[in-house]
């Protein structure tokens, strides 16, 4: 124990900052340098995550809370946001929101030149159930790194389908494209990359659009450039005749005017 000051009524305070990391909280960035060369410390960084690691809220607010500087300490749970996403894990993705208000689509720049965001974290690393919980957290799907937005990133590290559907379900723009084959849907990019469950997912979403009728969705998909809106609902029917048989005359119209758009391009195509 050490005290405060040299006064009488001086309180003492439990010593938690080692020289590496006073040097640090002073700013005194080579001093740090110098300390950590001659005792070979492991940078707070990484003993920051190494305490993430054991997944202990406690452990992990005591840490954060040695920092006596309030700026530093919300720069480091902002870290520790991202890093809980790389980790998995729910319960400090938790605290860090609740406890420290983080933006939940706060983005971080990483050393490729892309920003990331704590979902597209979660999802690159194939955290399933952490990015699950930052959507029902209202994490955006349209926020974009490297490989565009949440959805085509899912695309990408080959995500399970209850991820995909929650992505579609949060109205991820699936009109975007993988940046690796502009030319291509999602869909298409799906059926060359022989990535058929994800290609399942995407038809589903539109079954479900048009089962409950949702208009709007299917006009500002189509008006963005997703056109594969007839899909099969059963192998007896296609959307068009469900929507005929529902009475929803908007949808049915829409997928005609799709429709005879693609055919007038492959006529045009042919000449």
């Not at 109205?171 to 990535?195: F, G, I, M, Q």
């Amino acid at each position: 124990m050490v005290p405060t000051s040299s006064s009488p009524t001086a309180e003492l305070v439990q010593k938690t900052l080692n020289a590496y990391d006073f040097a640090r909280e002073l700013h005194h960035d080579d001093l740090a340098e110098m300390v950590h060369r001659y005792r070979n410390l492991p940078p707070y960084d990484q003993r920051f995550f190494r305490i993430l690691q054991l997944n202990d809220v406690r452990r992990c607010d005591t840490f954060i809370h040695r920092l006596q500087n309030e700026k530093r300490q919300y720069e480091l749970a902002s870290k520790g946001l991202f890093l809980a996403a790389q980790l998995g894990s729910v319960r400090l993705l938790d605290y860090f929101l609740s406890r420290w208000k983080i933006n939940i689509d706060i983005e971080q720049q990483q050393e490729d030149g892309y920003a990331i965001s704590a979902l597209l974290t979660a999802i690159t690393h194939k955290q399933n159930e952490a990015a699950k919980f930052l959507l029902f957290r209202d994490a955006s799907p349209n926020v974009k790194g490297q490989y565009g937005n949440a959805f085509v990133t899912a695309l990408h590290y080959d995500a399970q389908n209850d991820l995909l559907a929650l992505l579609l379900d949060k109205n991820a723009d699936l009109t975007a494209r993988h940046p690796e084959y502009p030319k291509l849907s999602l869909r298409e990019y799906c059926v060359l990359t022989n990535r058929v469950k994800a290609k399942t997912e995407l038809d589903a979403y539109i079954k479900r659009l048009v089962i409950s009728g949702n208009y709007a969705r299917l006009k500002w998909l189509v008006d963005h450039g997703y056109h594969f809106i007839n899909v099969q609902i059963n192998p007896k029917r296609n959307a068009k005749q469900l929507a005929k048989e529902r009475y929803f005359d908007k949808i049915v119209k829409l997928i005609d005017e799709v429709e005879t758009n693609q055919m007038k391009a492959r006529i045009k195509m042919n000449f």
